[in-house]
């Protein structure tokens, strides 16, 4: 489940605009920043 909470986090925080902010913080928290690669090649 880890898989789908960082590609969750990626997609909102690429999609959310002004709201990105708290998903990139989860993404430096527990990924250290990195967003999930398959989910930002389908963007």
């Not at 969750?8 to 925080?13: A, K, R, V």
């Not at 690429?14 to 090649?41: C, K, N, W, Y």
Request: aromatic letters at 12%; zero cysteines.
């Amino acid at each position: 489940d880890d898989l789908k909470f960082r590609s969750s986090m990626t997609l909102f925080g690429e999609t959310a605009g002004v709201d990105g902010p708290i998903f990139h913080q989860a993404l430096d928290r527990f990924f250290e920043g990195e967003r999930d690669p398959r989910t930002m090649s389908l963007l």
